[in-house]
């Protein structure tokens, strides 16, 4: 297979991942796109390419392409694709997420079993009242999505005396968590946890997964993390919830439309967390994303079988 001596990269700021690529191979030729009308008039001439949120509908045009490396782990930004060519070997950046995203939701569970949203808004209000506050010891987490950042979880959490159960697509014995379900049973696993963890990939099977139906099943005292995707989630049913007391709290890192719109409900949910899709991002991001890129590279050009390759057909 022939080498590859120039790599483009489609994303609102390249030139970090521009600078850790000229570090780690600084013989190649590095070409940036920042939009769109870019992409589209040059990708005939990509061979490989790295990128975030492609634009749909132009992957026939993609004649030399080899391989295309997402710079994140969730590849629904991708597909569905029906015209990216079946040369095209994709990859994905899973795996470079774990601490920092198990961290992230762990932050976000303490936040809520040590009260912060109560603190930080009697502090607004100049209010000085005392609550009650809880122990992670003995709770139960219910972690959607056993990957490598959920198993990662598991491990912190069980670290503080938590029961850990889940879910995972494909079912096996797990180190530190006590029951792994199918998705099938996805409502039992609601039904039983103090906290819920969403770490699912979007796919036509999970879109939408938590509907009104499905919160219901949580216990009123129950939160709610969302580090997945929007997608996976009935906004309008949890903002119901939460505006009812129907859920003790929500943290949300990921919406269905980001930014999240002004008119959203979940701006005004009482005992709601939301972040700007950032439990994912850590200094020296794109130096990991550009060291599975170059290996991949190179795995191409060796005819091996890339690291992180996903199967579009299953969409992860």
């Given at each position: 297979?022939?080498?590859?001596?120039?790599?483009?990269?489609?994303?609102?700021?390249?030139?970090?991942?521009?600078?850790?690529l000229?570090?780690?191979?600084?013989?190649?030729?590095?070409?940036?796109?920042?939009d769109?009308?870019?992409?589209?008039?040059?990708?005939?001439?990509?061979?490989?390419?790295?990128?975030?949120?492609?634009?749909r509908?132009?992957?026939?045009?993609?004649?030399?392409?080899?391989?295309?490396?997402?710079s994140g782990?969730?590849?629904?930004?991708?597909?569905?694709?029906?015209?990216?060519?079946?040369?095209?070997?994709?990859?994905?950046?899973?795996?470079i997420?774990?601490?920092?995203?198990?961290?992230?939701?762990?932050?976000?569970?303490?936040?809520?079993?040590?009260?912060?949203?109560?603190?930080?808004?009697?502090?607004?209000?100049?209010?000085?009242?005392?609550?009650?506050?809880?122990?992670?010891?003995g709770?139960?987490?219910?972690?959607?999505?056993?990957?490598?950042?959920?198993q990662?979880?598991?491990?912190?959490?069980?670290a503080?005396?938590m029961?850990v159960?889940?879910?995972?697509?494909s079912?096996?014995?797990?180190?530190?968590?006590?029951?792994?379900?199918?998705?099938?049973?996805?409502?039992?696993?609601?039904?039983?946890?103090?906290?819920?963890?969403?770490?699912?990939?979007?796919t036509?099977?999970t879109?939408?997964?938590?509907?009104?139906?499905?919160?219901?099943?949580?216990?009123?005292?129950?939160?709610?993390?969302n580090?997945?995707?929007?997608?996976?989630?009935?906004?309008?049913?949890?903002?119901?919830?939460?505006?009812?007391?129907?859920?003790?709290?929500?943290?949300?890192?990921?919406?269905?439309?980001?930014?999240?719109?002004?008119?959203?409900?979940?701006?005004?949910?009482?005992?709601?967390?939301?972040?700007?899709?950032?439990?994912?991002?850590?200094?020296?991001?794109?130096?990991?994303?550009?060291?599975?890129?170059v290996?991949?590279?190179?795995?191409?050009?060796?005819?091996?079988?890339?690291?992180?390759?996903?199967?579009?057909?299953?969409?992860?």
């Amino acid at each position: 297979v022939s080498p590859i001596r120039r790599v483009h990269i489609h994303h609102e700021a390249p030139a970090p991942f521009a600078a850790s690529l000229e570090a780690l191979r600084p013989e190649l030729e590095i070409v940036s796109w920042t939009d769109d009308d870019a992409f589209r008039r040059e990708l005939p001439d990509a061979e490989a390419l790295i990128c975030y949120r492609p634009p749909r509908g132009h992957w026939g045009r993609a004649a030399r392409l080899r391989l295309l490396q997402m710079s994140g782990a969730g590849i629904d930004r991708l597909l569905p694709a029906p015209d990216l060519p079946a040369r095209v070997r994709v990859a994905n950046a899973r795996g470079i997420h774990a601490e920092h995203m198990s961290e992230f939701a762990l932050a976000m569970i303490l936040a809520f079993a040590k009260r912060v949203p109560d603190w930080l808004a009697q502090a607004r209000k100049r209010e000085w009242r005392g609550r009650r506050v809880s122990l992670l010891g003995g709770a139960t987490v219910g972690i959607l999505g056993l990957g490598s950042i959920g198993q990662a979880l598991a491990r912190h959490c069980g670290a503080l005396g938590m029961r850990v159960i889940g879910t995972q697509r494909s079912p096996k014995p797990l180190s530190g968590v006590e029951q792994v379900r199918p998705p099938e049973e996805t409502r039992k696993v609601l039904a039983e946890s103090d906290y819920v963890v969403v770490l699912l990939p979007l796919t036509p099977e999970t879109r939408g997964l938590l509907d009104a139906e499905q919160l219901a099943a949580l216990p009123r005292h129950a939160v709610l993390v969302n580090l997945a995707r929007g997608g996976v989630l009935d906004e309008a049913a949890l903002a119901a919830a939460l505006a009812s007391g129907a859920l003790r709290g929500a943290a949300l890192d990921v919406f269905e439309r980001e930014p999240l719109p002004e008119s959203s409900p979940l701006w005004q949910a009482p005992n709601a967390i939301l972040s700007p899709h950032i439990s994912g991002w850590f200094p020296g991001y794109t130096d990991r994303v550009a060291e599975i890129f170059v290996e991949n590279l190179e795995r191409l050009e060796s005819g091996v079988p890339l690291r992180n390759e996903i199967d579009p057909e299953r969409g992860y």
